[in-house]
């Protein structure tokens, strides 16, 4: 398989798990390189279903090395649970997982700050999943946050806590909250530092080593292109480089070692939070929510719903470079009688084959659809491209016409046999 950049094609909740899951199958490491617990991967192994947050997919496999790259940030106590539910449901973590000392981590007043904030905005929230997210990376840039190399140090780990502590107790306290008490999430760190101790390593040499041996790749991109901090629809972000270039920084591997870049996009399109979005259509989301599709798995939130946007994922691909892509729940839209594809926007009279980044424009901008017909029927099923219906794959090829790049995979439902290659 090589090295392989995976990364989402439109705001995330692509189905990125399902196809990561898939292509590990080739891979002999997964890497997570940037975000944190804000991110949600839904993998169906059999009868039973994984939500995964921090650890990359690749740990439901046997024998496959997975690494939590220093540009994610880290919840401590969010990992150690993750690890927990993992072990009890017989996925062996140890031995397995390698964690980046020079991760930042995710403390209990990053929470805080994130819900007071998000609260204070009052109309102008951006939708954020208050894990802290925002405010750990704030303090990241602001060169004043705490790593794990830092958590697992006994010495001088407490001083540096109690510093954190004190500052930013005297900001929650503008915003009416109580004070966190030091020697609690002292205690609790501790705890977990005991845990996740084993598990610490310089990322960066152990994956660039590994290269070296011919070991493949799979860097698992978390949440979408449109929710990078540099290139999404700011302020309606995340607060890192969900984009391919930042596979690079948050790992440590350079971007010559890097022979592919697969996109992932859904049939449709969807979002969560707020911001604008062109191709929105009530009527389509209440169907998949009548199907009990589209709700997120970190937060449980119905996702917002609208026809593919072709501008949208030709942007993402040439951001990415994107050389390939996989296109999820087509099984979706098996129901209906007619599609739209959006192929271009009218702003104020004028057409526009990209996305503006002046998020009035967008939220301004009308679709221009081109309509398709249907297949009115099941593709669950479809185990090769000749199982799909006519209409179907009529549809596919569009969309990656459309995108620029080579459709690789479809996938036609959640489990890992509902997956299709394509040569």
């Known amino acids: 398989m090589a090295n392989t950049i995976l990364v989402g094609a439109q705001w995330g909740d692509e189905g990125k798990g399902k196809i990561i899951d898939v292509l590990t199958e080739q891979a002999d490491i997964v890497v997570r390189s940037q975000g944190g617990a804000n991110a949600g991967h839904t993998v169906i192994v059999g009868d039973q279903q994984y939500i995964l947050h921090l650890v990359p997919s690749g740990i439901l496999r046997p024998r496959k090395q997975c ?41 209990p007043y990053h929470r805080l700050l994130d819900a007071c904030r998000e609260t204070r905005r009052r109309g102008r929230k951006i939708g954020t999943t208050r894990r802290g997210i925002g405010p750990a990376y704030a303090d990241k840039a602001a060169r004043t946050g705490l790593r794990v190399m830092d958590l697992i140090d006994e010495e001088r780990f407490p001083a540096m806590l109690k510093e954190r502590i004190r500052e930013n107790n005297a900001v929650l306290k503008t915003f009416g909250e109580k004070p966190l008490s030091y020697a609690k999430v002292l205690a609790d760190c501790r705890a977990a530092a005991e845990r996740l101790r084993p598990l610490v390593t310089n990322t960066v040499v152990w994956l660039n080593r590994q290269i070296q041996r011919g070991k493949n790749v799979l860097f698992e991109g978390a949440q979408g292109t449109f929710l990078d901090i540099d290139h999404g629809t700011y302020p309606y972000v995340t607060s890192s480089n969900t ?74 691909a040439m951001i990415n470079g994107m050389d390939e892509i996989a296109v999820t729940n087509l099984d979706g839209l098996d129901t209906l009688e007619r599609l739209r594809i959006c192929v271009g926007y009218r702003l104020h009279g004028r057409k526009l084959d990209h996305v ?51 459709l690789r995979i479809v996938s036609v439902g959640p489990a890992r046999d509902q997956t299709i290659f394509l040569d």
């Not at 709700?295 to 119905?302: H, K, V």
Request: aromatic fraction near 6%; proline fraction near 5%.
């Open 356 to 406: 503006p980044a002046n998020l009035h424009d967008l939220a301004a901008c009308e679709p221009i659809y081109r309509e398709l017909p249907g297949w009115r029927q099941s593709t669950a099923g479809a185990r090769t491209w000749k199982d799909l219906p006519a209409g179907a794959r009529r549809y596919l090829e569009t969309i990656a016409g459309l995108m620029g790049a080579k």
């Open 67 to 107: 690494v939590i790259g220093n540009g994610v940030v880290v919840d401590p106590f969010a990992l150690v649970e993750e690890i927990r539910m993992l072990e009890e449901l017989g996925v062996k973590v140890d031995g397995k997982l390698h964690l980046s000392d020079a991760a930042h981590l995710v403390m």
């Open 243 to 316: 984009t391919a270039g930042g596979a690079c920084t948050g790992s440590g591997v350079a971007p010559n070692r890097i022979d592919r870049v697969v996109g992932v996009t859904k049939a449709y399109t969807t979002r969560v939070g707020e911001g604008p979005f062109p191709t929105e259509s009530e009527e389509l989301g209440d169907l998949l929510h009548s199907m009990g599709r589209e709700f997120g798995a970190t937060t449980g939130r119905p996702r917002r719903c609208g026809w593919f946007d072709a501008v949208l994922a030709r942007h993402a």
